[in-house]
Structures are given as structure tokens and as C-alpha cells.
């Protein structure tokens, strides 16, 4: 079983930074994709970004990005495979929404990264809120 916890959520005027992390704890196998998602009341949850992880994951593609996203923010893990962070620059008014992650222990992530029904195991998300 494995078990996610975000933060790094908070309030910032747009044009501002914030980093986010997600730390994995339990049975991570040697080829997982951890995703963050974000979701808007009244609106559909959205992949922001993806990370392919594992102490066996080699070669390809391993990082994934929303377009909405692409040359702001950037995924990256720390400390080997318990934490991956979004670090979220320029930050725009439409980032404002509940951040969570998310993992897909079966395979690394892929062109399909953003599709929803991969993965079980979610956290309890963390709240960006952009203001002008």
C-alpha cells in the first residue's frame, strides 16, 4: 500500500512562485508514474504534470506537462523516490485550484499520463489560490 501526502499550497499574487511536494511513502516498485493533478470546483480533475519514477527506471521520456503548464512549472523528485515536487512559477490566476497527487504503480507514465483511470492511490490535496 502506498500513501501520499501534499502541501506547499497557499495563497500568492499571480506572477509569483510556489513549490509543492508529494511525499510517497510505502510500496513504491521499480517503475511508478506520480502525477499531479488539479481540480476546480464544478470542473473535471486535469493532469498538470508527470514524473516516471523507480531506483529501476532508465532512459525515455520520464517528465510530462500540461500545455498550460509547459515552461512554468517543472516536476522533479528529491531525496531518491519518496518526494516529487512541482516547483509552479509565473503563476497565473487560472493555476488557482486543489493540487493533488496521484501514482500508477503498475508502469512508468507515458503518453497516457494524464488519463485519470490509471491510478488508485491519491492524496488529500493541497489549495492554490492566485490573486491579482
Known amino acids: 500500500q502506498v500513501r501520499l501526502a501534499e502541501s506547499g499550497g497557499g495563497s500568492v499574487q499571480a506572477g509569483g512562485s510556489l513549490r509543492l511536494s508529494c511525499v510517497v511513502s510505502g510500496n513504491v516498485y521499480s517503475r511508478t508514474c506520480v502525477t499531479w493533478f488539479r481540480q476546480v470546483t464544478g470542473k473535471e480533475r486535469e493532469g498538470v504534470a508527470a514524473s516516471s519514477v523507480g531506483p529501476l527506471y532508465v532512459g525515455g521520456i520520464s517528465e510530462y506537462y500540461a500545455d498550460s503548464v509547459k515552461g512554468r512549472f517543472t516536476i522533479s523528485q528529491e531525496g531518491g523516490n519518496d518526494k516529487v515536487l512541482l516547483e509552479m512559477n509565473s503563476l497565473k490566476l487560472e493555476d488557482s485550484a486543489m493540487y493533488y497527487c496521484?501514482?500508477?504503480?503498475?508502469?512508468?507514465?507515458?503518453?497516457?499520463?494524464?488519463?485519470?483511470?490509471?491510478?488508485?492511490?491519491w492524496g488529500q490535496g493541497t489549495q492554490v489560490t492566485v490573486s491579482s
Open positions: 496521484a501514482v500508477d504503480l503498475r508502469r512508468t507514465c507515458g503518453d497516457d499520463w494524464h488519463d485519470i483511470s490509471r491510478y488508485n492511490d
